[in-house]
């Protein structure tokens, strides 16, 4: 089988490519590298099962390109960030809107059957309901939101009217190796981890009591997997929350991520960086627009139906993601 993995150079789509490629599979990966990275995919351009296409998904005739001999689709190339799409909601847009219909067209041009996309938590907007259930969405509040949700009413019409198979993955903040801990939109974790590693006190917006459903990256590729190789039809044309279905606020998150940091510096002789580090606490900023105040998921449709079944909970996936931010940031050069 050959699966097209778009933003396969991204941080969920290179995990994506690697796990694949671990299991026998032919690799294609599009990406455009706006925000994905060659050096996640470096070690793949020697496997013979593994091809790279340079292009973008706002243009239809690279995705036809793509697609061509290709099993199944899994799409996981979009621009992220809530904050991105509030200063910059056009290129928001056209990527992961236009772009997304693109994908789906040349998908179904090139008698694509199966066509697993990445949704995102950011659908449920408004809704103050807990644990979220797929059925009750709120209103979007962000350009982010709109344009995932925008993602799963195509899809359903493509299902509808075109006979594809399409199955939704509503990501509930992902986590994990190849999470870019620099830059203005990098996720909250890379940043905490970033900031303690460094000896900097990490902002948190808002009074800390926010929630997320953090979920580690290998849960979610089980995920992609799961809705790639299922036979079963009632898994068909549905969207699915992948979290672990574990609510952590951010103070929490914070206490977590300097425990997990002292607790290896401490164990590996950088005691005095260790107990620095311990007496570090955070910068509280103002809310920021567009952010869900809480947030847990209900997967227990992804359990029956998919057979779901993450396996790395958040202490655990903090621990893997040290492990790998200290290959990338020596310890040595930074203690």
């Given at each position: 089988?050959?699966?097209?993995?778009?933003?396969?150079?991204g941080f969920i789509g290179s995990n994506l490519c690697e796990a694949l490629l671990e299991r026998g599979y032919e690799v294609v990966c599009l990406d455009n590298f706006i925000t994905g990275k060659k050096e996640n995919i470096e070690e793949f351009l020697r496997n013979s099962k593994?091809?790279?296409?340079?292009?973008?998904?706002?243009?239809?005739?690279?995705?036809?390109e793509a697609c061509k001999g290709v099993d199944v689709v899994l799409h996981q190339a979009a621009v992220g960030s809530v904050p991105r799409s509030i200063e910059d909601p056009l290129t928001t847009h056209q990527c992961n809107a236009t772009g997304f219909v693109n994908m789906l067209w040349a998908a179904y041009k090139n008698g694509i059957?199966?066509?697993?996309?990445a949704s995102s938590s950011s659908v449920y907007g408004d809704i103050q309901d807990l644990p979220k259930v797929e059925e009750?969405?709120?209103?979007?509040?962000?350009?982010y939101a709109v344009s995932k949700y925008t993602n799963e009413l195509y899809a359903n019409v493509f299902s509808n009217i075109y006979g594809m198979e399409t199955i939704g993955l509503r990501y509930f903040n992902v986590f994990g190796?190849?999470?870019?801990?620099?830059?203005?939109?990098?996720?909250?974790?890379?940043?905490?981890?970033?900031?303690?590693?460094?000896?900097?006190s990490p902002v948190i917006y808002?009074?800390?009591?926010?929630?997320?459903?953090?979920?580690?990256?290998?849960?979610?590729?089980?995920?992609?997997?799961l809705a790639m190789e299922t036979d079963n039809p009632e898994a068909l044309n549905k969207v699915y929350n992948i979290a672990y279905g574990k609510q952590t606020s951010l103070n929490e998150l914070f206490r977590m991520i300097k425990d997990v940091i002292v607790e290896y510096l401490s164990s590996n002789g950088y005691k005095d960086k260790a107990k620095r580090i311990s007496k570090i606490e955070p910068i509280y900023g103002p809310f920021r627009?567009?952010?869900?105040?809480?947030?847990?998921?209900d997967i227990s449709k992804a359990i029956k139906l998919l057979g779901f079944k993450p396996k790395i909970d958040v202490k655990n996936g903090l621990k893997l993601y040290l492990f790998w931010f200290l290959?990338?940031?020596s310890v040595k050069e930074i203690s």
């Amino acid at each position: 089988m050959k699966v097209l993995v778009t933003g396969g150079a991204g941080f969920i789509g290179s995990n994506l490519c690697e796990a694949l490629l671990e299991r026998g599979y032919e690799v294609v990966c599009l990406d455009n590298f706006i925000t994905g990275k060659k050096e996640n995919i470096e070690e793949f351009l020697r496997n013979s099962k593994f091809k790279l296409i340079e292009g973008d998904i706002r243009n239809i005739e690279v995705c036809l390109e793509a697609c061509k001999g290709v099993d199944v689709v899994l799409h996981q190339a979009a621009v992220g960030s809530v904050p991105r799409s509030i200063e910059d909601p056009l290129t928001t847009h056209q990527c992961n809107a236009t772009g997304f219909v693109n994908m789906l067209w040349a998908a179904y041009k090139n008698g694509i059957k199966r066509f697993v996309y990445a949704s995102s938590s950011s659908v449920y907007g408004d809704i103050q309901d807990l644990p979220k259930v797929e059925e009750r969405i709120g209103k979007p509040l962000s350009p982010y939101a709109v344009s995932k949700y925008t993602n799963e009413l195509y899809a359903n019409v493509f299902s509808n009217i075109y006979g594809m198979e399409t199955i939704g993955l509503r990501y509930f903040n992902v986590f994990g190796k190849k999470q870019d801990p620099y830059g203005p939109y990098a996720a909250v974790i890379p940043k905490f981890f970033n900031a303690l590693i460094n000896e900097k006190s990490p902002v948190i917006y808002g009074d800390g009591e926010t929630t997320r459903d953090f979920c580690h990256v290998d849960n979610v590729v089980q995920a992609n997997i799961l809705a790639m190789e299922t036979d079963n039809p009632e898994a068909l044309n549905k969207v699915y929350n992948i979290a672990y279905g574990k609510q952590t606020s951010l103070n929490e998150l914070f206490r977590m991520i300097k425990d997990v940091i002292v607790e290896y510096l401490s164990s590996n002789g950088y005691k005095d960086k260790a107990k620095r580090i311990s007496k570090i606490e955070p910068i509280y900023g103002p809310f920021r627009k567009g952010d869900i105040r809480h947030s847990l998921a209900d997967i227990s449709k992804a359990i029956k139906l998919l057979g779901f079944k993450p396996k790395i909970d958040v202490k655990n996936g903090l621990k893997l993601y040290l492990f790998w931010f200290l290959k990338i940031e020596s310890v040595k050069e930074i203690s």
